[in-house]
Nanobody
Framework: QVQLVESGGGLVQAGGSLRLSCAVS????????MGWFRQAPGKEREFVAA???????FYADSVKGRFTISRDNAKNTVYLQMNSLKPEDTAVYYC????????????WGQGTQVTVSS
């Protein structure tokens, strides 16, 4: 029973900031990879950022320099700090978890809406 619950989405003006949180509960491997994905209307889900169990990070080119992913293993929580938001960042943002050795992200949250107005 692995559950991922996102929070922190909302409506913000261009240039503003939001911080998304993802709380993880249930049974997962400790050395997992946590990721954020997003999906805009009419588009496929795309990778945004990921953080390894030890804190290494990866970012999509579109968000480098603006977004920061981090995790607190003691709290079983992953964060996505989003600064300098643009209208094209508008999407449903999903938290996901990938166990070490797995080929895919097996666990997904329900998503949280982020809307950036111009």
């Amino acid at each position: 029973q692995v559950q991922l619950v996102e929070s922190g989405g909302g409506l913000v003006q261009a240039g503003g900031s939001l911080r998304l949180s993802c709380a993880v509960s249930g049974r997962t491997l400790s050395r997992n990879l946590m990721g954020w994905f997003r999906q805009a209307p009419g588009k496929e889900r795309e990778f945004v950022a990921a953080v390894t169990w030890s804190g290494g990070t990866f970012y999509a080119d579109s968000v480098k320099g603006r977004f920061t992913i981090s995790r607190d293993n003691a709290k079983n929580t992953v964060y996505l700090q989003m600064n300098s938001l643009k209208p094209e960042d508008t999407a449903v943002y999903y938290c996901a978890a990938k166990d070490e050795g797995s080929l895919i992200y097996r666990y997904w949250g329900q998503g949280t809406q982020v809307t950036v107005s111009s």
